[in-house]
């Protein structure tokens, strides 16, 4: 049976950086110095896993969520790329507007209007709605890197960006903390770090077409998308089963085409 074992933060906290007069100063120029030759040190590719669990038995490993505990520094600075990048996506309209994780406004209140809306007006007008709530299975850890670098380049990210995003993930490894101790260094090939600032905003960017596709040319909503969490609407079962064989297709194409 797997344990959470006790948490090891990183030696600088954020209190730390806080504390220390010019540290602000200090971390412009080195955030500054990485965007201009578009590379990381190397030791910020470094990560510790630590697992916390879902519900569910605990002696399942998918019942289990593999947490990403990276430097302080490097948060830092990638906070500051996913300011950036949310700030670009936001003033030229990058995403579906049936995307709404990972976006600056409360997309969970919207969502659930529009499908309450849905309902309530399908038993007005007594018209067939059908509903599918569906939760990609390892959504965040099987996105193959190779999608990731694709997605920012398809959406028109310039260069440097699409550089250093690709250095980030070129390289990093990481150490899984269990109860007897940790592994060896794992290297990570695929899937965006979970809880690193920028990898909710890459997701969003690698799934938009396949969320695209299945709005289609609908005048009303298809989908409703919080990150992974998808929600589907369609005024038949023949309609519904069909948006479903295709998202499948879509997903099991990306993967594919990614490799």
């Known amino acids: 049976m797997l344990k959470t074992p006790p948490l090891a933060l990183p030696s600088l906290t954020y209190f730390h950086w806080k504390s220390v007069e010019g ?4 971390l412009c120029n080195v955030f500054n110095a990485c965007i201009h030759f578009r590379k990381i040190p190397p030791s ?6 630590i697992l916390l ?4 038995d605990p002696n399942i490993h998918s019942n289990w969520r593999p947490i ?3 430097s302080t520094i490097y948060k830092l600075f990638t906070k500051c790329l996913a300011a950036r990048l949310t700030n670009w996506i936001e003033k030229f309209d990058v995403l579906s507007p049936s995307q709404k994780g990972f976006t600056p406004f409360d997309g969970v209140i919207e969502h659930n209007y529009v499908l309450n809306r849905a309902l309530e007006n399908a038993r007005k007008k007594r018209k067939d709605l059908c509903v599918a709530f569906l939760d990609i299975s390892n959504a965040f850890g099987s996105l193959p890197q190779s999608a990731i670098i694709d997605g920012l380049t398809a959406c ?4 440097a960006f699409v550089d250093i995003i ?9 150490k899984v903390l269990s109860e007897n101790g940790a592994t060896e260094s794992i290297n990570i090939l695929s899937g965006v770090k979970q809880v690193c600032p920028i990898s909710g905003i ?5 799934i938009d077409p396949v969320i695209r596709e299945i709005q289609g040319s609908h005048s009303g909503h298809s989908i409703l998308a919080f990150a992974d969490d998808i929600c589907l609407l369609a005024p038949s079962v023949m309609e519904l089963q069909s948006m479903l064989d295709r998202i499948n297709q879509l997903f099991e194409s990306q ?4 490799k």
């Open 68 to 70: 990403a505990l990276s």
């Open 202 to 206: 890459l997701f969003d960017i690698c």
């Open 156 to 159: 028109g990210i310039g260069p």
């Open 53 to 56: 669990p879902k519900s569910g």
């Open 255 to 258: 993967k594919q085409i990614s």
């Open 23 to 26: 540290a602000a100063s200090f």
């Open 44 to 49: 910020w590719k470094i990560s510790t896993t």
């Open 166 to 174: 690709m250095d980030i993930y070129s390289g990093s490894s990481t």
